[in-house]
């Protein structure tokens, strides 16, 4: 069973930056999609960025673009997440969550890691 581990919340003020880190168990990592979602107090999770694991190719929600990069490290198992420009309306837990059918469907999620924004 695939494991996700993230790491590298925190408290931070508004205009600074965090890294956010994901690490996976197992061997089939590279042929995952991996995403970010958050889940701020009191609202629905929310998709916030994805890279696929053939094209490598990257998708935001509006509201992070410009701002967030995703990217993965194949060798080193891990998925990132560098948030930049961060404003107090980024507050929330941070979820990796992984695709590991190729189907769409985002079937592992780690535990979350708490990001808090004072502005």
């Known amino acids: 069973q695939v494991q996700l581990v993230e790491s590298g919340g925190g408290l931070v003020q508004a205009g600074g930056s965090l890294r956010l880190s994901c690490v996976a168990s197992?061997?089939?990592?590279?042929?995952?999609?991996m995403g970010w979602f958050r889940q701020a107090p009191g609202k629905e999770r929310e998709f916030v960025a994805r890279?696929?694991?053939?094209?490598?190719?990257?998708y935001y929600t509006d509201s992070v673009s410009g701002r967030f990069t995703i990217s993965r490290d194949n060798a080193k198992n891990t998925a990132y997440l560098q948030m930049n420009s961060l404003k107090a309306e980024d507050t929330a837990v941070y979820y990796c969550?992984?695709?590991?059918?190729?189907?769409?469907?985002?079937?592992?999620w780690g535990q979350g890691t708490q990001v808090t924004v004072s502005s």
């Open positions: 969550a992984a695709d590991t059918s190729g189907g769409g469907a985002w079937r592992i």
């Open positions: 890279i696929t694991w053939s094209t490598l190719t990257k």
């Open positions: 197992g061997r089939a990592f590279s042929r995952y999609t």
